[in-house]
């Protein structure tokens, strides 16, 4: 399956502070999608990223707290904005072609202090 | 989306097989079946996936009944290295859903 990096792997923000996580596929993929992941607890999706407009979000996630950008088919970035330490997580980016399954970067782990 | 259930955690010792039961009863017609692995501090993995009877690959085997309403996901013989979480997923693999994951079952091989 294709190969997602994800920048940076990890980072530790200042409360108020806005991260900025990019995802680069290495080739096309038809949907990504972006995840939380707290320690120890199972992924929970934020939002489908679309290519050329705006992100659909899941319930309890908003854009203005995770804006989402997809110009293209093989990148997308997530943004947390406004970080306070409740945002502290891994999150995850994820792809999938159809008829595919979905394949997933390494994460990136932040911590908000 | 159809609502899965697993065991939280199993124990097992290296060269057992394991075998990993997952419960969906509300599963659609044409949903798929499909398990993910992950290991602390990576992305979850596609192991296998299935829509009935039986589907082996070099990693697993996955075992579904004839009613779809459960899978088990068989390992065999496993090692330390197969610690990780599993995941498993029910959803409609041809129209690019969204890929959303239980709680999982923890799995802990002992030497």
């Known amino acids: 399956s294709a190969v997602i990096s994800q920048k940076p792997s990890r980072d530790i923000c200042q409360r108020g502070t806005s991260l900025t996580i990019q995802c680069q596929v290495d080739?096309?993929?038809?949907?990504m999608f972006w995840y939380r992941q707290q320690p120890g607890q199972s992924l929970t999706l934020i939002a489908t990223?679309?290519?050329?407009?705006?992100?659909?979000?899941e319930s309890g996630f908003v854009i203005d707290k995770f804006p989402i950008s997809r110009p293209n088919l093989t990148f997308s970035t997530l943004t947390v904005s406004n970080m306070s330490p409740e945002d502290s997580s891994i999150y995850l980016c994820s792809g999938r072609v159809l008829n595919t399954e979905a394949f997933f970067g390494q994460g990136t782990r932040l911590t908000v202090v | 989306l159809a609502k899965t259930t697993q065991p939280i955690s199993m124990d097992s010792y290296e060269g057992q097989e394991v075998n990993i039961t997952c419960s969906h009863n509300?599963?659609?017609?044409?949903?798929?079946i499909t398990w993910y692995q992950q290991f602390p501090s990576q992305g979850p993995r596609f192991i296998i996936q299935g829509y009935k009877t039986k589907v082996t690959n070099e990693v697993a085997s996955l075992f579904i009944p004839a009613d779809r309403k459960s899978s088990t996901l068989s390992l065999p013989r496993v090692s330390l290295s197969d610690t990780a979480v599993y995941y498993c997923?029910?959803?409609?693999?041809?129209?690019?859903?969204?890929?959303?994951f239980g709680a999982g079952t923890r799995l802990f091989v002992k030497a």
């Open positions: 997923l029910v959803g409609d693999s041809n129209g690019g859903f969204k890929t959303i």
């Open positions: 080739s096309q993929v038809t949907m």
């Open positions: 990223a679309n290519q050329g407009s705006e992100a659909t979000y």
């Open positions: 509300n599963i659609a017609t044409n949903d798929y």
